[in-house]
């Protein structure tokens, strides 16, 4: 990292400002025009650093190619992070604070003085003593997830384009829409892109590197109910909504659900119930690390159902499967040297690697199962989806010093 002039923190700064909150409620791609805000920012600093064919496309996607410069004919190596930001929370008017030498005590964020960032609630925070944080100020989440990716990506364009001495592939980068909502790579193209291995750069704390993630399905139940007029209902009605709420308090409460599991365990989760008397439906997102687990998982839900309507044998029902992504590692494992050359290139920037599972899914996910292998590299985001959400100057240094071991090591690859 020699002659390295740090942007990053300016870079996040700058995009954490920018609204690109994802719209889950709407069919348009990008669910919200806003995304497209930041992405005419960053193409204009590409454009800016040389990058001469760096492009927006009109799905939001921006690309652009810093090209091989050294001599070899090597694979295309792609760097890749999201734009938008997830609805969870907030994201507009967001106000970044930076804590510069951080002591350790409580974070008590200014717009909202209730939001108070300890260490007891946030672990990791003791091992950042001494680093310079950013907050927002809380209202907002901060879009660390995963603007601090972005920041590392055009950091590490900047520190290339400055260093040509520094020998590298030809290298894509890529800046995605609506990872939040799950339709990130929906309307990608692959040709356009062509890179042959990538990485997103979506992952949490210093060193974790991850190359398998959950596999994943949704579920959407549908039950048909009687209507009748509720003064003359008696022996004719069958009110969907009640059937529906008692399929779901019939799930399992100690087992199968987020907030009951860890690590390699699985579960089904509710994430919506709507409807009225005549039609509810009920949607749940099924997930685990072995593929074959969600038909077991959504067989058993079916029975769940079954069992819910035997009470009812009146009323018909629908039960659909839709597929989402599937674990990275299936495709992974067959180029293991993708994941090696990370974690070589963690420890040749002076950091300690963290093999880690993602108990989610990222671009990487769908990336790899469409031609182009991608693990996660480490940001530092951290309290994603909420108003304590903090990020690392140094975390994120430290990812750019990485990537720039990274795209050293692969100028080798034989």
């Known amino acids: 990292m020699n002659n390295y002039v740090s942007t990053v923190e300016a870079r996040f700064v700058k995009y954490a400002k920018i609204d690109t909150t994802a719209d889950p409620e709407s069919n348009s791609f990008p669910s919200s025009e806003i995304q497209k805000d930041l992405g005419r920012e960053l193409l204009n600093e590409l454009k800016s650093m040389g990058v001469e064919d760096a492009e927006m496309d009109k799905w939001g996607y921006v690309f652009g190619t810093i090209p091989n410069n050294t001599g070899k004919e090597l694979p295309t190596i792609c760097f890749c992070s999201h734009m938008d930001t997830a609805p969870d929370c907030s994201g507009t008017n967001v106000k970044p604070i930076v804590h510069r030498n951080y002591d350790g005590n409580p974070i ?24 310079d944080l950013i907050t927002a100020s809380g209202l907002t989440l901060l879009g660390a997830d995963d603007k601090a990716g972005i920041a590392i990506i055009m950091d590490l364009v900047h520190h290339l384009v400055n260093n040509p001495e520094i020998p590298h592939p030809s290298i894509r980068v890529l800046f995605t829409p609506d990872e939040e909502v799950g339709r990130g790579v929906d309307n990608l193209d692959m040709d356009k892109l062509n890179a042959d291995f990538g ?21 959407t139940v549908t039950i048909n109910g009687i209507s009748a007029h509720p003064g003359y209902a008696k022996g004719k009605m069958v009110n969907a909504i009640k059937v529906a709420s008692e399929f779901v308090a019939a799930l399992p409460k100690t087992e199968w659900s987020p907030e009951t599991t860890q690590e390699r365990e699985g579960f089904i989760h509710p994430t919506k119930i709507e409807g009225g008397m005549e039609k509810a439906e009920v949607s749940f997102i099924v997930r685990d690390h072995e593929t074959s687990n969600l038909k077991v998982f959504e067989d058993r839900l079916k029975s769940i159902l079954l069992d819910t309507l035997a009470g009812y044998p009146e009323l018909k029902y629908e039960f659909m499967v839709t597929e989402q992504y599937r674990n990275m590692k299936e495709i992974i494992k067959d180029v293991p040297f993708v994941t090696d050359y990370a974690i070589e290139a963690m420890r040749k920037a002076g950091v300690t690697p963290m093999p880690m599972i993602i108990r989610g899914g990222t671009d990487g996910s769908r990336l790899s199962f469409m031609g182009l292998p991608c693990p996660n590299i480490f940001t530092g985001e951290m309290a994603i989806h909420s108003r304590h959400e903090y990020v690392s100057v140094q975390d994120m240094e430290k990812a750019v010093a990485t990537l720039t071991e990274l795209v050293q090591l692969w100028s080798n690859h034989n």
Do not use: R
Not at 108 to 131: A, C, N, R, S, V
């Open 108 to 131: 008590t964020l200014p717009d909202d003085t209730t939001q108070i960032i300890t260490t007891d609630q946030h672990p990791y925070l003791k091992q950042k003593i001494g680093d």
């Open 199 to 219: 990485y997103t750069l979506d992952g949490g704390v210093q060193g974790s590197i991850e190359d398998e993630s959950f596999s994943a399905d949704a579920v």
